[in-house]
């Protein structure tokens, strides 16, 4: 993604050095670490933390946006959206599977990759080439990043776009209104139905939980 | 340039405002803007805020980082300014043969490979993008007002002296004996280009107000 405004802040560091600290221990080759949660709670925050942090200790960890796969422009979503309904539409269904699982087939196979990456600033979809020979981990960010398959490690946010509200607004991304209202309800539904699958819970103060 | 930090303030709201009014009358199809100074001086964070403003008005402006354009990639860089002495380090380290290709597909409305610099991996990536549909192109690194086809030259006036702080909580790079020879370097031949541009700013590191 081109164009995103991160704002990271300690609570992000802190859950990342947790995480940092679970990878370490469960480190293997050409590792997938899923970070999912709602709009606004912080996952790209928390995936360039932790793979900042990899860097240092000498493992290089790429970061995949998964909104950079949803299948309808960002111009024409809305109108889409509301043609075929919020509640039908809204959901792991509006991201391109295919590309994105070619895209980490790419990445465990070490080879060149080319897929999409949106331009925030002219709100198009531009083509990003990435060379996975040296890439040594995967960091998966998105609302269903988790429902991945094959993940190592499935990181869930419990943040709310309740509690959240206020961050969207600071980050300016998209005007609220009823009809993001709409979405971000959807969306809330079907982000909360993929917590079971989670191994690592990050919680509303960002504190982290480990589970079985 | 991918997984940059940019952090917009009121100051760099308030100089891409100054541009726009600049711009008003000035304004014609396929316009190319420069932004040049010194490492750490706000440069990719006023193109932000100026693309922004310009997507508010209906222009559509793509930003391009000279960074990503250096014949030596990121993590080479440092031992072949080592070995090729303080003088190499300069305009001349961009490749400007691939700078004036973009340009000409900017001017023909093609599709266009660019490198792209992320900063986590410090890998270059390669970005296709399509200029079909983009009004402007926005300039921005250390020597970018060198670019004899741009229609706008704006020149931010901080040194690197200044910059310090902005350098350490930046976390792109961390200050050595070697680092600050290169800045001082930097610096002169940055300052050296200053002549000729249209537009000055002077972002106070410290005092959130801009000056004309």
Same mark, same amino acid.
């Given at each position: 993604?081109?164009?995103?405004?991160?704002?990271?802040?300690?609570?992000?560091?802190?859950?990342?050095?947790?995480?940092? &600290?679970?990878?370490?221990?469960?480190?293997?080759?050409?590792?997938?670490?899923?970070?999912?949660?709602?709009?606004?709670?912080?996952?790209?925050?928390?995936?360039?933390?932790?793979?900042?942090?990899?860097?240092?200790?000498?493992?290089?960890?790429?970061?995949?946006?998964?909104?950079?796969?949803?299948?309808?422009?960002?111009? &024409?979503?809305?109108? #889409?959206?509301?043609?075929?309904?919020?509640?039908?539409?809204?959901?792991?269904? &509006?991201?391109? #599977? $295919?590309?994105?699982?070619?895209?980490?087939?790419?990445?465990?196979?070490?080879?060149?990759?080319?897929?999409?990456?949106?331009?925030? !600033?002219?709100?198009?979809?531009?083509?990003?080439?990435?060379?996975?020979?040296?890439?040594?981990?995967?960091?998966?960010?998105?609302?269903?990043?988790?429902?991945?398959?094959?993940?190592?490690?499935?990181?869930?946010? $419990?943040?709310?776009?309740?509690?959240?509200?206020?961050?969207?607004? !600071?980050?300016?991304?998209?005007?609220?209104? &009823?009809?993001?209202?709409?979405?971000?309800?959807?969306?809330?539904? $079907?982000?909360?139905?993929?917590?079971?699958?989670?191994?690592?819970?990050?919680?509303?103060?960002?504190?982290?939980?480990?589970?079985? | 340039?991918?997984?940059?930090?940019?952090?917009?303030?009121?100051?760099?709201?308030?100089?891409?405002?100054?541009?726009?009014?600049?711009?008003?009358?000035?304004?014609?199809?396929?316009?190319?803007?420069?932004?040049?100074?010194?490492?750490?001086?706000?440069?990719?964070?006023?193109?932000?805020?100026?693309?922004?403003?310009?997507?508010?008005?209906?222009?559509?402006?793509?930003?391009?980082?000279?960074?990503?354009?250096?014949?030596?990639?990121?993590?080479?860089?440092?031992?072949?300014?080592?070995?090729?002495?303080?003088?190499?380090?300069?305009?001349?380290?961009?490749?400007?043969?691939?700078?004036?290709?973009?340009?000409?597909?900017?001017?023909?409305?093609?599709?266009?490979?660019?490198?792209?610099?992320?900063?986590?991996?410090?890998?270059?990536?390669?970005?296709?993008?399509?200029?079909?549909?983009?009004?402007?192109?926005?300039?921005?690194?250390?020597?970018?007002?060198?670019?004899?086809?741009?229609?706008?030259?704006?020149?931010?006036?901080?040194?690197?002296?200044?910059?310090?702080?902005?350098?350490?909580?930046?976390?792109?790079?961390?200050?050595?004996?070697?680092?600050?020879?290169?800045?001082?370097?930097?610096?002169?031949?940055?300052?050296?280009?200053?002549?000729?541009?249209?537009?000055?700013?002077?972002?106070?590191?410290?005092?959130?107000?801009?000056?004309?």
């Amino acid at each position: 993604m081109l164009g995103d405004v991160l704002l990271i802040t300690e609570k992000h560091q802190k859950a990342g050095e947790a995480i940092i &600290e679970h990878i370490l221990k469960k480190q293997k080759s050409k590792m997938m670490i899923a970070i999912s949660g709602e709009s606004g709670s912080g996952k790209t925050e928390l995936a360039h933390v932790v793979a900042k942090g990899l860097r240092k200790h000498g493992i290089m960890a790429k970061l995949l946006h998964i909104d950079n796969y949803y299948r309808i422009h960002p111009l &024409e979503r809305t109108e #889409w959206r509301k043609q075929n309904g919020i509640q039908n539409v809204v959901g792991p269904g &509006e991201y391109d #599977w $295919e590309t994105l699982n070619k895209n980490i087939k790419e990445f465990k196979a070490g080879t060149s990759s080319t897929g999409p990456c949106v331009d925030l !600033v002219t709100e198009q979809i531009d083509q990003l080439t990435t060379d996975y020979s040296g890439i040594d981990m995967l960091i998966i960010d998105g609302l269903y990043a988790i429902k991945t398959a094959d993940a190592d490690v499935r990181v869930f946010i $419990e943040l709310t776009y309740h509690e959240t509200k206020k961050a969207q607004v !600071v980050r300016g991304k998209e005007p609220q209104n &009823e009809y993001r209202m709409q979405v971000l309800e959807k969306e809330h539904q $079907e982000v909360q139905a993929l917590k079971p699958t989670a191994n690592i819970l990050i919680g509303m103060d960002y504190s982290v939980r480990f589970v079985k | 340039m991918l997984n940059d930090r940019i952090t917009v303030t009121p100051k760099h709201e308030q100089a891409a405002d100054v541009v726009l009014e600049f711009l008003a009358d000035k304004m014609k199809p396929k316009f190319i803007i420069t932004i040049g100074g010194e490492v750490g001086s706000g440069k990719s964070t006023l193109a932000y805020a100026l693309a922004h403003k310009l997507k508010k008005q209906g222009v559509r402006s793509k930003i391009v980082d000279l960074d990503d354009f250096y014949k030596i990639p990121p993590l080479q860089r440092k031992e072949w300014r080592r070995a090729n002495g303080i003088e190499s380090v300069g305009p001349s380290e961009y490749d400007w043969g691939k700078i004036i290709h973009v340009i000409n597909d900017f001017y023909e409305n093609q599709k266009s490979l660019m490198p792209c610099v992320d900063l986590i991996t410090d890998y270059v990536d390669e970005i296709t993008t399509n200029f079909n549909d983009i009004d402007i192109i926005i300039i921005n690194g250390l020597y970018a007002t060198k670019i004899e086809q741009a229609d706008l030259r704006i020149f931010i006036e901080l040194t690197y002296d200044e910059t310090k702080e902005a350098q350490i909580f930046g976390d792109k790079e961390e200050m050595t004996a070697f680092r600050k020879q290169i800045l001082e370097r930097e610096h002169e031949m940055v300052q050296g280009l200053k002549h000729g541009c249209d537009l000055f700013f002077d972002f106070d590191a410290l005092v959130d107000k801009y000056h004309l």
